[in-house]
């Protein structure tokens, strides 16, 4: 993101002789021990580093001499873990299940999910029981101690563990807060029980608004600890599930080379053998064998062969991409053709895939988490709150009050300040928020993606897939004079339909559609290059990109100018040749999406810049964007995945703040760079999973409502976070002044919980531009 912070972008510049070490964190639980960590790696000499906590990770620039070891025993004594990452893929097939899609959790976070249900399965008659004086039955309250403990000890002891550690090493933030709230209440409710008058048979508590000044040891506070446990739990469940999605990315990249190929090694007899070995025992030098439908084991050069290569996956270009003899080839990309032998150039992480990867995974280390309004304040608000309850015991026992009803009032003001419907502001409202995009296509993967919502101000939009279809069509036929539109149609598709070439299987498909079944063809013939020949109903047939024999078969003008009126506006236009006779022109293209204009006015009308990005031709480019109304000007063509992320930065740089939409895993890089990413969901697992929204439907207008739902969506959170804390901040005079009953304290935590509940129900009502 484009926040993130500037050391790490300087960091070589300043560092001679640096090399660059990345390490897994762990044990993070909010941004404020990131940024813990972040200090203290830089506080090293010769080391710049930037610690994500979305992706636990440390990105660090260190000179020459600095160890792995000593960064990592750096990090330990901040009271987290680190290690060296594995590589993606060895990490991937570690993993197993535990990263598909349906069960992204992984070990840590399931564990979480399983200590929030329990927890929630105990709470729940605990909190009926203190809340409503007509359940309390006799010895209740000893029902709601046996299920309160297993919440206060065991459910809350990832916030007790977290509390511990800040305590070491004299820090505090909003694990501190819960965990001095929860063993407040949960200790003075064991006083009131075993040592106080809350034990005997047929006790109940009634609601008073101001405590009693004589006592207190009456009263339970179970169900605060066990509700303030359970709701906090349930709000880290939902933080760390979207954390976990974090390196999906990188694994689905890495998944999308080849398994194994096909490798032709000279034998003992000195023939040559074919033999099929794992991917990881190419090396350069090898020569292996690609076949149609295959993809290309590694990056490489044709030595022999000819085809059509799909590299729609590395630059986005629809058009597939003729190669021969000495033409360089990609690892992951498709064989769209005939039969290849291939010179092996680059394995591992020579190749242009992992590269890929690489770009990735900077893009995401680079991005600064967002600093959520409760963590940044909670450096000042907890030991604020903490001073205030020993303030507030200490003087009430100094005017020679009773040491119950100055407890009391110290309790009370760890309750209201107890921060549950801080926990419940941000994942209620990303639930409704999430759940009402899920109904629209909308996928938002968490919280963090809100921020940038509110600040994008250019949006870059890819254009094969996400402005346009991303398929070959047919979309003009031009027929010679005399010529019936129908019989040019009829040949030319049969001729295509026995040809695998994409191009071909647009003009055949688009033949069909027009005048029906197709007739057969004998005599095929694939015209390297040039495009196929064959025989249809009697007829020799060759369609192609330019006649065989330009000299000896001059197009007419009408076919000659739609050819050059079709390249001009970055079209691909084949010829059709009859018994040597030029019968038509056909035009192929990748279509623009109905929706695509519509959606760009509406970015419009949100104060947004659209920007065309795109590795296809400037003339294609231009063509596009005039038909949806993006500015010549806001057109950039012809770029790889690194000049896009290039792209990306640039606007960075100028102060933009940047969204891209794309599908492609070309796009995946930039997405990840972006502020804030979109991809379409018809697009490559890799686009998804790199992105911060996915549109499920694939329609451009989906992007629009993506940003109107997130704005929404954050300002519900914020909303929610000023009440809650509103609630804090009015309650907690009132508690030190002994004016509130412990009791009164819990009921306005359940009410301002009530409160941000229903408001974030409220995001159900979101309405999208257009009906999907």
């Known amino acids: 993101m484009s926040d993130a912070p500037t050391s790490m972008a300087s960091a070589p510049a300043e560092l001679a002789d640096s090399r660059i070490i990345d390490l897994n964190i762990g044990g993070m639980t909010c941004t404020s021990c990131a940024a813990r960590i972040e200090k203290k790696l830089n506080r090293m000499d010769g080391v710049s580093a930037t610690v994500n906590y979305a992706t636990e990770k440390a990105h660090v620039t260190a000179v020459e001499g600095v160890t792995a070891d000593e960064l990592i025993a750096t990090v330990e004594k901040t009271g ?29 976070v399931r564990s979480l999910r399983d200590r929030t249900l329990i927890s929630a399965a105990l709470a729940i008659p605990v909190i009926a029981l203190g809340m409503v004086p007509a359940l309390q039955f006799t010895y209740w309250q000893w029902l709601s101690f046996a299920l309160a403990a297993p919440v206060a000890v065991w459910g809350a002891w990832p916030f007790h563990r977290s509390a511990a550690i800040n305590a070491r090493h004299a820090a505090a933030t909003m694990d501190t807060l819960v965990s001095v709230g929860v063993i407040a209440a949960f200790s003075w409710s064991v006083y009131a ?115 059509a290569i799909d590299e729609s996956m590395l630059t986005g270009e629809s058009v597939p991409v003729e190669v021969t003899e000495g033409s360089a080839v ?42 959520r309004l409760a963590d940044r304040i909670s450096g000042i608000f907890v030991p604020v709150v903490i001073l205030l309850a020993v303030g507030t015991l200490g003087f009430w026992l100094g ?29 209620t409202a990303l639930m409704v928020g999430t759940g009402r995009g899920a109904q629209l296509g909308i996928l938002i993967k968490g919280p963090e993606v809100l921020e940038s919502t509110r600040r994008v101000d250019t949006v870059l939009l890819d254009k094969t897939g996400t402005v346009t279809t991303g398929a070959m069509t047919l979309a003009g036929v031009t027929a010679a004079p005399g010529v019936q539109q129908a019989a040019l149609l009829r040949l030319a598709g049969a001729v295509e339909h026995a040809s695998e070439h994409p191009i071909a299987r647009a003009v055949a498909a688009g033949a069909a559609s027009r005048i029906g079944e197709l007739p057969g063809v004998t005599e095929f013939t694939d015209l390297p290059g040039l495009g196929v020949r064959g025989v249809v109903d009697g007829h020799v047939v060759r369609v192609g990109r330019a006649s065989p ?82 500015d010549p000007a806001d057109v950039i063509a012809g770029v790889l995945p690194q000049g896009k992320v290039e792209a990306v930065s640039e606007l960075q740089r100028q102060g933009r703040v940047v969204a891209m939409v794309g599908d492609g895993v070309n796009d995946a ?19 998804i999973e790199a992105s911060d929204l996915t549109l499920v439907r694939g329609d451009l207008l989906a992007a629009v409502d993506a940003i109107r739902l997130s704005r929404k969506t954050l300002a519900t959170i914020k909303g929610n976070l000023f009440w809650a804390f509103g609630y804090n901040v009015a309650g907690l005079p009132l508690a030190a002044a002994g004016l509130l009953n412990p009791m009164l304290a819990g009921a306005a935590m359940a009410l301002s919980s009530v409160f941000v509940v229903t408001n974030s129900l409220r995001l159900r009502r979101f309405r999208p531009v257009t009906q999907p």
Request: charged share 20%.
């Open 80 to 108: 987290y873990t680190a290690v060296i990452p594995a590589p993606p893929a060895a990490d991937d097939s570690d993993r197993g299940d535990a990263d598909r899609s349906d069960d992204p959790d992984g070990a840590e």
């Open 193 to 307: 029980l075993f040592w106080g008058g809350a034990g005997v048979p047929g006790m109940t508590m009634p609601f008073t608004l101001i405590p009693s000044r004589s006592g207190g040891a009456t009263e339970i506070y179970l169900e605060v600890a066990a509700g303030v446990t359970t709701f906090l739990l349930a709000g880290r469940y939902f933080e760390a599930r979207a954390k976990r999605r974090s390196g999906a990315a990188l694994r689905a990249l890495m998944s999308m080379g080849a398994k194994d190929v096909a490798v032709l090694r000279i034998g003992a007899d000195g023939t040559e053998r074919e033999s099929r070995i794992p991917i990881g025992q190419l090396a350069v030098g090898d020569l292996f064998v690609v076949r149609p439908g295959e993809k290309v084991a590694t990056d490489g050069v044709v030595v022999a062969g000819s085809s």
């Open 330 to 371: 990609v690892g992951a990309t498709v064989n769209a053709g005939g039969l290849l032998r291939v010179r092996a150039t680059g394995v591992g992480d020579d190749t242009r895939l992992a590269q890929m990867a690489r770009l990735v995974e900077l893009a995401q280390t680079g991005k600064a988490p967002v600093q």
């Open 399 to 427: 005017n020679g009050a009773p040491a119950t009803a100055a407890f009391t009032a110290a309790v009370a003001v760890l309750i209201i300040a107890c921060p549950c419907a801080l926990g419940l502001a941000t994942p």
């Open 549 to 630: 024999d330009d000299g000896d078969h001059p197009l007419p003008t009408e076919l000659n100018r739609a050819a050059i009126e079709a390249r001009a506006a970055g079209r691909t236009a084949v010829v059709v040749l009859v018994d040597d006779a030029p019968w038509g022109v056909l035009v192929v293209a990748d279509t623009v999406k109905p929706s695509s204009a519509a959606a760009i006015s509406k970015l419009k009308e949100l104060g947004l810049r659209p920007i065309l990005l795109t590795g296809d031709s400037p003339e294609t480019a231009a063509a596009v964007a005039a038909e949806v109304g993006i």
């Open 669 to 687: 890089a930039a997405l990840a760079q972006a502020d804030l990413g979109l991809s379409m969901g018809t697009g490559s697992d890799v686009a």
